[in-house]
T-cell receptor, first 119, second 111 residues
Framework: GAVVSQHPSWVICKSGTSVKIECRSL??????MFWYRQFPKQSLMLMAT?????????EQGVEKDKFLINHASLTLSTLTVTSAHPEDSSFYIC???????????????FGQGTRLTVV | SQQGEEDPQALSIQEGENATMNCSYK?????LQWYRQNSGRGLVHLIL?????REKHSGRLRVTLDTSKKSSSLLITASRAADTASYFC???????????FGAGTRLAVHP
C-alpha cells in the first residue's frame, strides 16, 4: 500500500516559537493532503485541506495565520504552527490521497503523526 | 460539529467476548471507514464499506452499514488483549478521503 511519512514524530518547543511538520507521500503523488489535530482522549478533527499549487482550505474555527500550510509539490505538504503556545500541544496527523479522478472509495493513507508539546 | 457520534464511549470486556461499537453520522456518504488507534500512535485502517454495501467482513471484524439510519457498527469477535485500542469511524462524503471522524470508542480487553 501507499506510504505516507510524517516528520518529526515528536517535538518539544518553547512557547512563542514556530514548528514545522512535514508530510510526504513516498511512492505516489498526492494532489490533496489533509491535516488533522487530536487532543488527548479526543477524536481527530480535520483542520485543513492542503492543495498542491494552491491555497489551503481551512475548516471553520481554524486560524489560517497560525497554522500555515504549504503544498509546494505533489509529494510534500508542510504544516507550520506559528508562535506556538501550550494550548497548541496536540497530536497532528496528515493523510494523503493517491486516487485518480476516476476512482472513489479507497482508503486514506495516514502519516505516523507528530506529537507537539509546547512548554 | 464536524463529528459523528460513537457509542459506547468506552467498553471493557474479557478476552474471548465480542465487542460491538456503533457509529452515527450526519450527511450522505460515499463510504465509511473504521480505524484503530493504539494509545499515542497513528491510525490503522481496518475496513472500508461503500455506501451501496450493507455488510463487510475481514477476519474477526464485521462491519454493517445502514444508510437509511445513517449508522454503522463494528463487531470484533473473539476479542484479544491486543485488540485494546481506540476505534474510530470516519465518513467520506465529498470524495478524496476528506474524512470526518466519529468521537471514538475506547476498548479495553482484559486477559
Amino acid at each position: 500500500g501507499a506510504v505516507v511519512s510524517q516528520h518529526p514524530s515528536w517535538v518539544i518547543c518553547k512557547s512563542g516559537t514556530s514548528v514545522k511538520i512535514e508530510c510526504r507521500s513516498l511512492d505516489f503523488q498526492a494532489t490533496t493532503m489533509f491535516w488533522y489535530r487530536q487532543f488527548p482522549k479526543q477524536s481527530l478533527m480535520l483542520m485543513a485541506t492542503s492543495n498542491e499549487g494552491s491555497k489551503a482550505t481551512y475548516e471553520q474555527g481554524v486560524e489560517k495565520d497560525k497554522f500555515l500550510i504549504n503544498h509546494a509539490s505533489l509529494t510534500l505538504s508542510t504544516l507550520t504552527v506559528t508562535s506556538a503556545h501550550p494550548e497548541d500541544s496536540s497530536f497532528y496527523i496528515c493523510s494523503a490521497d493517491e486516487r485518480s479522478t476516476v476512482y472513489v472509495n479507497t482508503e486514506a493513507f495516514f502519516g505516523q503523526g507528530t506529537r507537539l508539546t509546547v512548554v | 460539529s464536524q463529528q459523528g457520534e460513537e457509542d459506547p464511549q468506552a467498553l471493557s470486556i474479557q478476552e474471548g467476548e465480542n465487542a460491538t461499537m456503533n457509529c452515527s453520522y450526519k450527511t450522505s456518504i460515499n463510504n465509511l471507514q473504521w480505524y484503530r488507534q493504539n494509545s499515542g500512535r497513528g491510525l490503522v485502517h481496518l475496513i472500508l464499506i461503500r455506501s451501496n454495501e450493507r455488510e463487510k467482513h475481514s477476519g474477526r471484524l464485521r462491519v454493517t452499514l445502514d444508510t437509511s439510519k445513517k449508522s454503522s457498527s463494528l463487531l470484533i469477535t473473539a476479542s484479544r488483549a491486543a485488540d485494546t485500542a481506540s476505534y474510530f469511524c470516519a465518513t467520506d462524503s465529498g470524495g478524496y478521503n476528506k474524512l470526518i471522524f466519529g468521537a471514538g470508542t475506547r476498548l479495553a480487553v482484559h486477559p
